[in-house]
């Protein structure tokens, strides 16, 4: 199946910093990709759907100024948590390809301390 | 109420048990169903989908959707214990966003 990259797969760093987290579709574009928060023993919630070129569209209750998201190209796009707080500590995934064969990358593990 | 919802468990069974994984949902409108695996501290990975009532086999896993109840189920035949991780149903209309369940803990004892 379509691999697709995030990277990096766990950070620490200190509250009040920000954190990039990108994630990339290695053997196929992808227009639409999708950011997921998910908390320990708990599902996976959708934060936001990233569109190449325009607006990412949030979810309600996701904080668009704390979690900004950028699709510059067909395989990138990247999540940046502004202004950490120990609460943003969390499993971010993100995912893309077709309603029905969505590809997730490795995931990762933001910890903030 | 969740448009998804999924017994968390955990489910626990010896090494070459069947495995009924379940789920259930609200809006009738949902036309994709998936079966996703994840190990721990991984992104998930996709076992199957199907868009139609009836059964899907894939080797051990055959996905079975009644949309008339609105129920999906897992089965894993022949487990093993390589099988043990987070077993999630998602679901979905047309329009690319995954609706989850929250995920049934395995574990498949040698």
Redesign the interface.
Known sequence: ?AV?S?HPSWVICKSGTSVKIECRSLDFQAT?M?WYRQFP??????MA?SNEGSKATYEQGVEKDKFLINHASLTLSTLTVTSAHPEDSS?Y?C?AG??????????T?LTVV | QKEVE?D?GPLSVPEGAIVSLNCTYSNSAFQ?F?W?RQYS??????LM?T?SSGNKEDGRFTAQVDKSSKYISLFIRDSQPSDSATY?C?I????????????T?VTVRA
């Open positions: 199946g697709v995030q639409t999708f023993k708990q599902s996976l919630m959708l759907t499993f995934i995912s077709s309603n029905t064969e969505a590809f997730f990358g490795q995931g593990r | 999924q968390p994709y998936m996703y501290r991984k992104g998930p990975e996709l989908y868009y999630l998602a979905t209309r047309n329009d690319y966003k995954l609706s989850f369940g929250a995920g803990t």
